[in-house]
Nanobody, 126 residues
């Protein structure tokens, strides 16, 4: 069983940066595809970024060029570096893990992931 714990959320201003962390325990972290999703009030959970075990990265168009996903297999941790934050980035951010291979498009789907963290709130004020 994989357990995921997010941290690093908070209240920031437009244009600020923030780094989210997701610490994993259980399973073999280096073999998992890891994803970040977010959910704003009244909206569905949406894909933000994903990274395969191989290091290939994928991003939603809305964050491309501003956010970077990275993983440290030695620390069993995946990060989401967020720059140039906007009020529309305000949401609860969730970390997710997938133990099987998947196409780039499938890694952007909520149901592709079997393990989820509890989420961390990011609020960007204007």
């Amino acid at each position: 069983q994989v357990r995921l714990v997010e941290s690093g959320g908070g209240l920031v201003q437009t244009g600020d940066s923030l780094r989210l962390s997701c610490a994993a325990s259980g399973g073999t972290f280096s073999k998992y595809a890891m994803g970040w999703f977010r959910q704003a009030p009244g909206k569905e959970r949406e894909f933000v970024a994903a990274v395969r075990w191989s290091g290939n990265e994928y991003y939603a168009d809305s964050v491309k060029g501003r956010f970077t996903i990275s993983r440290d297999n030695a620390k069993n941790t995946v990060y989401l570096h967020m720059n140039s934050l906007k009020p529309e980035d305000t949401a609860v951010y969730y970390c997710a893990a997938r133990g099987l291979a998947g196409s780039p498009s499938y890694l952007q789907v909520v149901t592709a992931y079997g393990y989820w963290g509890q989420g961390t709130q990011v609020t960007v004020s204007s």
